[in-house]
């Protein structure tokens, strides 16, 4: 069985192009045969909630992927790109992914 991948998208950032992030990390997941199971969108407010609900999901699925179009999907929160890295792996033992660097 593939391991499970899922793709994190802040809707702020993704200028309308949510249909073609998606596919290009479905592509990527593919590629590194990983199965993509969803996308977590979060709000253009960017509160962090869909990434509590992502970090949740990896531990209910007991999942340790996660892709994101660009790293900078994951700047802009309250809490800076590192830390939020850093949660992923601390608390789901999750390996971050990127379409783009």
Known sequence: MEALIYGYVRDDL???????????MSTLARAAGLCFAATFHESTGGDGTAFAELTREL?????????VPSLDHLAGQTIPRDILIAKLAQDA????WTVQG
């Open 14 to 24: 993704a200028d309308g192009h949510c249909a073609e992030m998606e596919d290009a």
């Open 59 to 67: 531990l209910r699925a007991d999942a340790h992927h996660v892709v």
């Open 93 to 96: 033992a999750a390996r971050l």
